[in-house]
């Protein structure tokens, strides 16, 4: 409910991406981060991340993953990028199905969800693309659409063929190495190029020698850095990885690795890979077949060992983890190594896109702090996006949102589980009330659920939340119903856990900020107060009719977050402006009925219950421009509440 927060060639990039580490502190400057920071970063490109990252021994993961069939799973694939986004992989890349309609705007297809990995979740990805029953112009239709949505990175595949056979298509291609060629022939040097490797030779090569020389031959036609197939001895990637350089490549190349995570997984895996298990490894996980949590222990430590030995080798600068859309097995396995670092501190305090054109993006307004993908989407088809501060209501105009069920919008929750925490029936706006309040409280409900998310929030609360924990559920039991709040701030360090945003050595700052829907009977008495705190407090009170009432001087933008860095311009990423507000209003008022009223039958007492919140309330935001100072706002807020609950003047007969 709160503050969620020039290019060089490439066969010199491949040079300079040759070198391993195992030596030396890693760099305090590189982010684990996949996302766009404050710093140089921000333009760079995947290789000259992985490059910077090799030459300061810093080691990093990345996270594959494939196109779910349903849109209910490509929900929760999104949230799942999410949670596994937090530990700060390099990169994730995301299969490419030829039978799923890959390149289509399907929810389920692979150009739909690297698209939404890169613009509404922030990874930078990279999305696999095969010669498989397609022709050149198709490919070159792929790319460019690829290259539209904010994808940078392609892994150039043959791709397994549909029936048991390679069949050429007329008109493409029916090797990788043509497929890179294509890409720098077309797109000059746009994308970074990844292609597959064979630790054990390709199943289809005349040997594992010839495959080596096949593998060279698409390094040398641009290819930027080489991922593995899976294998299950380190010894097996460690010669693997001698035998290329040997002959030349000299480009990273990152270990495939497979946690065991099932009986069943494993041998579709094997059956696909044409891979032999080894001996040692069957003989433990026969006997435990039917147990598919002893099966992932074995393979969480067996990917352990595994990694341990490719690190201290100084031949593996990362390590590329094949999740199978799974994610407690390959999160277990980096948090043994070491590798999974959920740093508190944020580059800004809300969640960044890494869509190319957006790096330069600083500053957004506060009211899609909670709802980060829905600002997102709204503001897709801009040219030019604020830096440095944002402006006034010549900003370009936010795209309509119509659609509340896009699936990188939809609730994580499904409808049964929405019901048993907002209320399989309401029976009056108390009962409203009370959803709010256990939102906050993180209490059970009456029926015994907790209550995790709300229609303007999609997450529990965020830790800085919990500094205005009790004020909040003060005024949410009585009808003040907060959807986003922050509390002031004055200089603290860039590093808190907890409000700090930015790069090391900086100072944040923040102003008091509420935003809450309320009766109007509320709102009439808060007009009174408000008059006394002027113009120490700004608002906004609107309700969904369009009827505005603010104080805020010539319709400007005010600063409500910023932070100071060592040798850089002040930073202002958050604002309140009254012109995108009205923008803000039409969604703030909409998800009540979306979100929330849709749950219920139309015309039921639950229905109209939100629905007449919908028509009634106002929507308000308050800002205390005194950041030193204690907040006032909440006895603003108090002094409202005096108000309302003040007996009525007695009638004066002599006067009347």
């Known amino acids: 409910m709160v503050n969620q927060r020039a290019d060089p060639c490439r066969q010199s990039c491949r040079s300079d991406s040759s070198g391993t580490s195992n030596s030396g502190e890693s760099s305090k400057e590189s982010s684990r981060c996949s996302t766009p920071v404050l710093d140089a970063d921000r333009t760079d490109r995947l290789r000259e991340k992985m490059r910077r990252r090799i030459e300061s021994g810093d080691r990093w993961f990345s996270l594959e993953f ?17 949670r596994m986004g937090s530990g700060g992989p390099l990169f994730i890349d995301i299969t490419w199905h030829p039978a799923g309609d890959p390149g289509s705007d399907k929810e389920t297809s692979s150009m739909m969800i690297a698209s939404t990995a890169v613009n509404y979740c922030g990874l930078e990805s990279v999305l696999h693309l095969t010669c498989c029953k397609q022709t050149k112009e198709k490919i070159t239709d792929h790319l460019t659409k690829a290259k539209r949505l904010g994808l940078k990175n392609i892994m150039a595949l043959r791709g397994d063929p549909i029936g048991a056979d390679w069949e050429e298509e007329v008109g493409g291609f029916s090797y990788a190495t ?4 294509h890409i720098c022939s077309e797109f000059d040097h746009y994308f970074d190029i990844c292609v597959a490797g064979y630790p054990t030779g390709h199943p289809e090569a005349e040997n594992y020698k010839a495959d080596l020389l096949h593998l060279k031959e698409k390094v040398d036609a641009g290819a930027d850095f080489i991922v593995t197939q899976l294998f299950f001895r380190a010894e097996t990637f460690l010669t693997f990885v001698k035998d290329c350089r040997a002959i030349g490549i000299n480009c990273p190349i990152l270990p495939g690795i497979f946690p065991l995570q099932g009986y069943h997984s494993l041998r579709q895996l094997v059956k696909l890979s044409k891979l032999e298990v080894p001996e040692e490894i069957t003989r433990v996980i026969e006997p435990i077949k039917d147990n598919d949590a002893a099966i ?78 829905s600002y997102i989407y709204r503001t897709q088809d801009w040219d030019d996006f604020p830096n440095g501060r944002w402006g006034n209501s010549s900003s370009p105009a936010f795209g309509e949102l119509t659609d509340y069920y896009l699936f990188y919008l939809k609730s994580k929750s499904p409808r049964e589980a929405l ?11 108390q009962s409203v009330y009370e959803v709010f309040t256990n939102y906050i409280t993180a209490q059970p409900n009456h029926n015994g659920h907790k209550v995790m998310c709300l229609p303007w929030n999609d997450d529990p609360l965020a830790p800085e939340t919990n500094m205005l924990k009790e004020d909040l559920e003060k005024v949410n039991r009585r009808g003040v119903l907060t959807i986003n709040s922050q509390p ?16 090391p050595g900086g100072y944040v700052f923040q102003k008091a900020y509420l935003e809450f829907f309320t009766s109007s009977e509320n709102v009439n008495a808060l007009l009174k107060v408000l008059k006394k705190y002027e113009p120490r407090v700004n608002y906004h009170i609107v309700n969904v009719q369009g009827k505005n009432i603010t104080n805020a001087p010539d319709m400007q933008p005010n600063a409500v977050t910023w932070g100071i860095f060592p040798g850089r311009e002040i930073i202002q990423p958050t604002v309140v402006d009254p012109v995108s507000y009205m923008y803000w209003k039409d969604e703030a008022f909409t998800l009540w009925i979306e979100q929330w009223g849709k749950l219920y039958e139309a015309e039921s007492p639950s229905q109209m219950i939100i629905q007449y919140i919908h028509d009634n309330y106002f929507l308000v935001n308050l800002v205390d421009n005194d950041f030193p100072l204690d907040s006032c706002l909440w ?13 009525p003047e007695p009638f004066d007969q002599e006067a009347e």
């Open 419 to 429: 019901l048993k925490m907002w209320g399989e029936e309401l029976t009056s706006e």
């Open 66 to 82: 494939f196109p779910p069939r349903t849109t209910s799973g490509a929900v929760n694939l999104i949230s799942r990028f999410d």
């Open 635 to 647: 006895q603003v807020i108090d002094s409202m509440f005096e108000l309302i609950d003040a007996p």
């Open 296 to 373: 992932r222990n074995f393979g969480v430590q067996h990917a352990v060992e595994i990694c341990k030995v490719l690190l201290a080798s100084g031949e593996v600068p990362g390590l590329h983890f094949y999740t199978l859309n799974r994610e407690v097995a390959t999160m277990e396995v980096l948090r043994q190594l070491g590798l999974w670092a959920e740093d508190p501190r944020r580059p800004l305090p809300w969640a960044i896109s890494a869509h190319p054109k957006r790096k330069v993006e600083d500053v957004r307004p506060i009211f899609w702090a909670t709802r980060p993908k």
């Open 178 to 181: 043509d497929l890179v060629k």
């Open 488 to 503: 002031n701030i004055n200089g603290k360090p860039s590093s808190d856990p907890v409000v700090g945003w930015g790069p």
